[in-house]
């Protein structure tokens, strides 16, 4: 069975930066997009970054020029680079792969507090 391990989370302060990775257990076939989503208190689960098959990368306007997605097929692992970390970026950090014909995967969530 597929699992999405998430890693990288914690306490920084403001300006800090932090590298969230997600690792996949076991063969995902037929990826069409892997992403990071987060979730502050009271607030809807949004997209922050998005890479597709082709390397086509999104990114939450929020976040743009300081966040960076990117992946490692060797490794089966997706990482987001963040820096410049501001107190608004405070969430639940969920690593996201979408397929062709067989659904999504989530991570379990990892937390990110931006705080001094």
């Known amino acids: 069975q597929v699992q999405l391990v998430e890693s990288g989370g914690g306490l920084v302060q403001p300006g800090g930066s932090l590298r969230l990775s997600c690792a996949a257990s076991g063969i995902i076939f037929s990826i069409r997009a892997m992403g990071w989503y987060r979730q502050a208190p009271g607030k809807e689960r949004e997209l922050v970054a998005r890479?597709?098959?082709?390397?086509?990368?999104n990114y939450a306007d929020s976040v743009k020029g300081r966040f960076t997605i990117s992946r490692d097929d060797a490794k089966n692992t997706v990482y987001l680079q963040m820096n410049r970390l501001k107190v608004e970026d405070t969430a639940v950090y969920y690593c996201?792969?979408?397929?062709?014909?067989?659904?999504?995967?989530w991570g379990q969530g990892t937390q990110v507090t931006v705080s001094s």
């Open positions: 996201n792969v979408g397929t062709e014909y067989y659904g999504h995967y």
């Open positions: 890479i597709i098959s082709d390397d086509t990368t």
